[in-house]
Nanobody, 115 residues
Framework: QVHLVESGGGLVRAGGSLTLSCAAS????????MGWYRQAPGKQRDLVAR???????DYVDSVKGRFTISRDNAKNTVYLQMNSLRPEDTAVYYC?????????WGQGTQVTVSS
């Protein structure tokens, strides 16, 4: 079991920036595809960005050019740099670990963007 803990969420004005961190323990992220998902009230949980073992990245269209996902395998941590935040980015952001048949989730961190 890999334990994931997100941090860095908070309240920010539109146009502002936040950096989310996801620290893993009880296992290594080195071989895993790591992702950030978000869930707004009343909506499903959707992929925001993911980074593969070789550091290839994917982003949902709505965050391209504004968000950057990165990983530091030595620190067993994944980051999501979020710039030019919009009110529609408001959601609980979840870190996700995927390797083979294994999927683990963090507890989530709230991001609120005020207009």
């Amino acid at each position: 079991q890999v334990h994931l803990v997100e941090s860095g969420g908070g309240l920010v004005r539109a146009g502002g920036s936040l950096t989310l961190s996801c620290a893993a323990s009880e296992g290594t992220i080195t071989e895993a595809t790591m992702g950030w998902y978000r869930q707004a009230p009343g909506k499903q949980r959707d992929l925001v960005a993911r980074i593969a073992r070789g550091s290839g990245t994917d982003y949902v269209d709505s965050v391209k050019g504004r968000f950057t996902i990165s990983r530091d395998n030595a620190k067993n941590t994944v980051y999501l740099q979020m710039n030019s935040l919009r009110p529609e980015d408001t959601a609980v952001y979840y870190c996700h670990y995927h390797l083979g048949i294994y999927d683990f989730w963090g507890q989530g961190t709230q991001v609120t963007v005020s207009s």
